[in-house]
């Protein structure tokens, strides 16, 4: 075994580049002596360093803590760094396992939506109070919603999240669909858990006459008019205006076809 080493010689052993081990001996932790032309020989006390800089490295710790390390290393300081990179791990994977559970939330909100939705069938159902948060504006196109929509989870990103929510949704212009006008809307909402303190829409418990449909939005025009036609044959009085949810939209799929919206109008039966 010998004594020295060049720096290519450990740069290839310890597949490291130059300019790391360079930045190393200007830390103080490499300390390689010239030859008598000037180049860089490390030795066997540049090597064990170099074994716990690159076991050290995986660990994420920095060059600071490890120059540190190294300088005051004993069997108790050894032990408590190894402790804490057991503390570092496991905030990792409780990390780790809350955004594997988002993910599954969102995989079984989209299960739900496709295995449960009951599609063109009017029905009333009472709904209880829910909590949202909402950003109004004057809204007459797709694009329009899909846009508010994202700024408001960007004033709100704790709060929610957009693939594979089913509770983000658009509130109508209830004026305008009573004089025939179906894309325009008035604000978009997410709605959140009664847990939820931090919300500025409070939508009322009361019935609500539903249904759901597939495919694009502009279809909306005959299901609005199905709901309203049920709503004046039962002599019902729509005390609100109406909402559609959109249950799984542009953020899940990229056909139309795979669309689907529910549409809400609160009444008084």
């Not at 076991?55 to 290393?73: A, G, W």
């Not at 009951?118 to 109004?136: G, M, P, Q, S, W």
């Not at 025939?180 to 009664?194: A, Q, R």
């Not at 005390?239 to 959109?246: H, L, M, Q, R, W």
Request: neutral net charge; aromatic residues 12%.
């Amino acid at each position: 075994m010998k004594d020295y080493y060049k720096i290519g010689e450990i740069s290839k052993i310890y597949n490291i580049c130059r300019d790391s081990l360079m930045y190393y001996e200007k830390l103080g932790i490499l300390k390689p002596i010239r030859d008598t032309n000037g180049y860089r020989l490390y030795t066997m006390n540049d090597i064990w360093k170099l074994n716990l800089i690159k076991e050290l490295r995986t660990f994420d710790f920095s060059m600071e803590k490890i120059n540190d390390y190294i300088d005051n290393r004993t069997v108790k300081a050894t032990k408590e760094m190894l402790n804490e990179e057991i503390c570092l791990i496991n905030n990792k994977i409780e990390e780790l396992n809350m955004l594997k559970n988002n993910v599954l939330k969102r995989i079984q909100n989209i299960n739900s939506v496709e295995t449960t939705t009951v599609l063109n069938t009017v029905k009333v159902i009472y709904i209880d109070e829910r909590k949202a948060l909402k950003l109004n504006g004057d809204i007459s196109r797709d694009e329009e919603v899909d846009y508010l929509i994202k700024k408001l989870q960007k004033n709100y990103e704790d709060k929610f999240y957009l693939l594979g929510n089913t509770k983000v949704g658009a509130i109508y212009n209830l004026d305008s669909l009573n004089n025939g006008v179906y894309n325009k809307y008035k604000s978009v909402f997410c709605l959140l858990d009664n847990s939820e303190s931090n919300y500025n829409l409070l939508l009322q418990g009361a019935h609500y006459v539903c249904i759901s449909y597939r495919g694009s939005y502009s279809s909306n025009k005959q299901y609005i008019d199905k709901l309203f036609s049920f709503i004046n044959n039962n002599n019902y009085k729509i005390i609100s205006e109406p909402i559609e949810i959109y249950k799984i939209d542009v953020h899940e799929t990229s056909l139309q076809e795979e669309f689907i919206t529910e549409i809400q109008i609160p009444i008084l039966l």
